[in-house]
T-cell receptor
Framework: EPEVTQTPSHQVTQMGQEVILRCVPI?????FYWYRQILGQKVEFLVS????????KSEIFDDQFSVERPDGSNFTLKIRSTKLEDSAMYFC??????????FGSGTRLTVV | GQQLNQSPQSMFIQEGEDVSMNCTSS?????WLWYKQEPGEGPVLLIA?????ELTSNGRLTAQFGITRKDSFLNISASIPSDVGIYFC????????????FGTGTLLAVQP
């Protein structure tokens, strides 16, 4: 069964450092997403990406965040200057229109 | 903003028991999805519901899309220890967004 692949599985970074989280969505999917889940809380939408541009973003997705599809397979989330409160699980997901998302296994980001 | 409220928040049951959990919203959703999340993993899609009134089964799982389009339930019959996890409802509010809204989650613990 096709999978969404995320790397790394765990990233520890110093406050103020830049991090890039990587994802390989399912190849024939058209929509790509980043969600995050703070420990013990629900999954929150960050951003959706379609046709090589952001189609929607939440208020969490401020100027410190950016996304990119640098080639035909990868989809990245960059946090420019990490803060302690950015510590969370970050999930990449993809889908075709109207169908349930397939999520990756997530990247646990710990900011120290 | 749109919110999905799940109940109960947690359930502690004996193996073999049936389980029921539900999800309600103050606004209409066009699609309802049920996901299961295990520790350290991303949400995995269990059941997708696309039409009001739809009742769908997936093995021991049964879910229904409420007639009002403002609620959904998930039933698990004859629970087993591997059913342990957090169950999230999620929905597409429709319109121009492809964003998925997640519920608050129901933690299920199954005692062998």
């Amino acid at each position: 069964e096709p999978e969404v692949t995320q790397t790394p599985s765990h990233q520890v970074t110093q406050m103020g450092q830049e991090v890039i989280l990587r994802c390989v969505p399912i190849s024939n999917h058209l929509y790509f997403y980043w969600y995050r889940q703070i420990l013990g809380q629900k999954v929150e939408f960050l951003v959706s990406f379609y046709n090589n541009e952001i189609s929607e973003k939440s208020e969490i997705f401020d100027d410190q965040f950016s996304v990119e599809r640098p080639d035909g397979s990868n989809f990245t989330l960059k946090i420019r200057s990490t803060k302690l409160e950015d510590s969370a699980m970050y999930f990449c997901a993809s889908n075709s229109v109207g169908y349930g998302y397939t999520f990756g296994s997530g990247t646990r980001l710990t900011v120290v | 903003g749109q919110q999905l409220n799940q109940s109960p928040q947690s359930m502690f049951i004996q193996e073999g028991e049936d389980v029921s959990m539900n999800c309600t919203s103050s606004s209409i959703f066009n699609t309802w999805l049920w996901y299961k999340q295990e520790p350290g993993e991303g949400p995995v899609l269990l059941i997708a519901l696309y039409k009001a009134g739809e009742l769908t089964s997936n093995g021991r799982l049964t879910a229904q899309f409420g007639i009002t389009r403002k609620d959904s339930f998930l039933n698990i019959s004859a629970s087993i220890p591997s059913d342990v996890g957090i169950y999230f409802c999620a929905g597409y509010p429709g319109g121009a967004t492809n964003k998925l809204i997640f519920g608050t989650g129901t933690l299920l613990a199954v005692q062998p």
